[in-house]
């Protein structure tokens, strides 16, 4: 059974960094293209990051370019989302997911696996 638990969510101050995990199993990273998502209350899901099915192209939201880093690791068949300079915007559950397609981007619409979701609030 293919799944994928998020981990590493937390309250942290503007300014400060996490990293959260996603750990797959039932399946192999290196076979899915996979990204991060987040959803605000009130707000639509948003597409925050993937990286491709070949590892060699990374996408992110503008909201986060600069400040947010996808990767792999194969061998523990987990990806990472490191989360730099946090701002009170970026108060989120995030989502892990993964998707058959090559290059799917960062709309929801093409991801076929999700996890469960890690809260993640910025607060003073």
């Known amino acids: 059974q293919l799944q994928l638990v998020e981990s590493g969510g937390g309250l942290v101050r503007p300014g400060g960094s996490l990293r959260l995990s996603c750990a797959a199993s039932?399946?192999?990273?290196?076979?899915?293209?996979l990204g991060w998502f987040r959803q605000a209350p009130g707000k639509e899901r948003e597409g925050v990051s993937f990286?491709?099915?070949?590892?060699?192209?990374?996408m992110y939201g503008d909201s986060v370019t600069g400040r947010f880093t996808i990767s792999r690791d194969s061998a523990k068949n987990t990806i990472y989302l490191q989360m730099e300079s946090l701002r009170l915007e970026d108060t989120a559950i995030y989502y892990c997911?993964?998707?058959?397609?090559?290059?799917?981007?960062?709309?929801?619409?093409?991801?076929?696996?999700w996890g469960q979701g890690t809260q993640v609030t910025v607060s003073s």
């Open positions: 990286i491709s099915r070949d590892g060699g192209k990374t």
């Open positions: 997911a993964a998707s058959n397609w090559a290059l799917p981007g960062l709309s929801p619409r093409v991801y076929e696996f």
């Open positions: 039932g399946f192999t990273v290196d076979d899915y293209a």
